[in-house]
């Protein structure tokens, strides 16, 4: 619902009402050249006047003239760090002076975030992990814990990178919904918009002015036009029967020619939560714990059932990823696993492009 216009100069006030509700405010801050999520005092540590240049293997901000804060496409992660966390101990066990074992359940408290500048993108991959995390009889207490406390502020896309492809899997560039609050950065300000109860009440107080018909359209017209400007895409938003009817295509062998198996694409991915477990031990076996920490499915431990490698080379891990992302999440989850981010082009040190593979892939033919 739209609240109002808040001028561009009286952007810290929607900071200052946040950290005065006891927020901790995490937004995007430019880092050793990139784009990540920081905590955020004040409106000057966000990237204002930065824009990023982004195709397959490649990311660049570069300085421009203008004032936005928000005139970019995404940065190197998404959400997921903040609720998935990379490493955590789940439990830890101590042995007692009878020699009886104690487990108990690590559970930090974590303090309420509030994270500015988040993408549609970005939005639609944290209702996927929300559904995993949290859409089965029992949480997941840890993602739990984290996400209850989450007050997002959504900026709708007026600036998509040259890897971006949220149009084509139908969740971007505008924010649809799971914000509290979403805004339409215009060069003078924002029209804010609300997405909850308590996103309402903390713009309350904040003397939003009307908005007026002409920011209105302009903030419409970004839109259509950050969308048109998207020149990749997913053939189609289910590729579950052409994926699955063609794993002995060689297109899988020549993208396992280029892939390093390094893992980034899952990294970056804001869906991807594979993890794998550690368990550590005092030496005198006085006291433990057992950890989770991401996994990767290009890694050889991942593949490893029973002693058995079940993907033993880069192309049988490569086809999993891709199969399981685009393909076999309709089955889990009702869709695919990808949102369209393009972060695993980006951050490709091979460059492989996830649309382009697809497309070679679905197309059945077998020159690729
Ligand atoms: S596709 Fe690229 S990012 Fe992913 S594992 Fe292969 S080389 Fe690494
Ligand atoms: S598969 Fe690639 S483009 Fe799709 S959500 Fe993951 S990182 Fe983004």
């Known amino acids: 619902m739209e609240a109002g216009f808040l001028q561009h100069g009286r952007f810290q006030a929607l900071l200052d009402v946040l950290h005065g509700c006891g927020y901790r405010c995490i937004g995007p801050q430019v880092r050793d050249g990139a784009i990540v999520y920081d905590a955020l005092s004040t409106c000057r540590e966000l990237p204002q006047g930065v824009r990023d240049l982004q195709s397959a293997g490649s990311y660049r901000l570069e300085r421009t003239s203008g004032l936005r804060y928000f005139g970019w496409a995404n940065g190197l992660q998404a959400l997921k760090p903040m609720v998935f966390a990379p490493e955590e101990t789940l439990w830890r066990v101590q042995r007692a002076d009878d020699g009886a074992l104690r487990f108990s359940a690590s559970r930090p408290s974590f303090a309420n975030l509030a994270v500015i500048g ?31 406390g989450m007050f997002l502020v959504a900026v709708h896309c007026s600036d998509p990178s040259g890897s971006c ?53 302009a903030a419409a017209r970004q839109i259509d036009t950050a969308r048109a400007r998207q020149r990749r895409g997913l053939p189609s938003r ?100 990808c949102v369209g981010c393009g972060r695993c082009i980006s951050w490709c040190p091979a460059g492989i492009d996830i649309t382009e593979e697809a497309a070679a892939i679905c197309s059945g033919s077998s020159d690729g």
């Open 118 to 148: 988040v993408r549609a993108c970005d939005l639609a991959a944290l209702a996927l992990l929300d559904r995993h995390f949290l859409g089965t009889a029992v949480a997941d207490p840890c993602y739990a814990a984290r996400r209850s």
């Open 238 to 337: 289910d590729l579950r029967a052409a994926l699955v009817s063609n794993p002995e295509h060689p297109r899988w062998e020549q993208v396992a020619q280029r892939c390093l198996a390094c893992g980034n694409c899952t990294s970056v991915c804001p869906t991807c939560f594979c993890h794998a477990v550690c368990d550590s031990m005092e030496l005198d076996g006085s006291a433990g714990a057992h950890a989770r920490i991401w996994d990767s499915c290009f890694t050889a431990g991942h593949s490893q059932i029973h002693g058995l490698t079940v993907r033993p080379d880069t192309r049988t891990r490569y086809r999993q990823w891709l199969t399981h992302k685009l393909g076999s999440w309709h089955e889990q989850f009702g869709r695919s696993g």
């Open 165 to 217: 492809f949220c149009a084509s899997t139908g969740d971007g560039p505008q924010a649809s919904g799971g914000f509290d609050l979403a805004l339409s950065e215009l060069d003078e300000g924002f029209i804010v918009e609300t997405g909850s109860a308590r996103g309402a009440d903390t713009v309350a107080g904040l003397g939003l002015e009307p908005v007026t018909a002409s920011q209105r359209d």
